[in-house]
């Protein structure tokens, strides 16, 4: 069984966040973009539908968080290098994203955080294949490392 993942993002100028989205280098599905929704395809199983404030809130009775003042999610996402995650920020700053916090170096984990221009918040990360393999603690403690730094969330 396969699974697609649609994560949705709410913004307050669409047409803002489709730009944006299509800077980092994903494409918009037309097939499911209007006035109202903008389908951005990360890959074949992984979307994020940006909606307007006004179209998200059809979608729950609870409200609907500011994410330039609040956080609800964080979405992590992987790279294939320290460099392209360095890569996509720059793209992602380009665009009118900004950066709320350092870079963080676990040693086994590199990773930037990009808010997009609504605040919402992308966390971009490289993790040492062998350090996914044989979890941080050991991949640090064969590189001769402290385990202290092991513990980050992603």
Known sequence: MTTNIFVNLTTTDLERAKAFYEALG???????????????VLDENVYFMVLTREYFSTFTDKQVVDPATQAQVSIALTRESREAVDEILEKGLAAGGTEPREAQDYGFMYSRDLDDPDGNNLSFLFMEPA????GPEAYLAEQGAGASSASPSA
């Open 26 to 40: 994903y494409t918009i599905n037309p097939n499911f973009t209007d006035e109202n929704a903008a389908c951005v």
């Open 131 to 134: 350090a996914a393999e044989m």
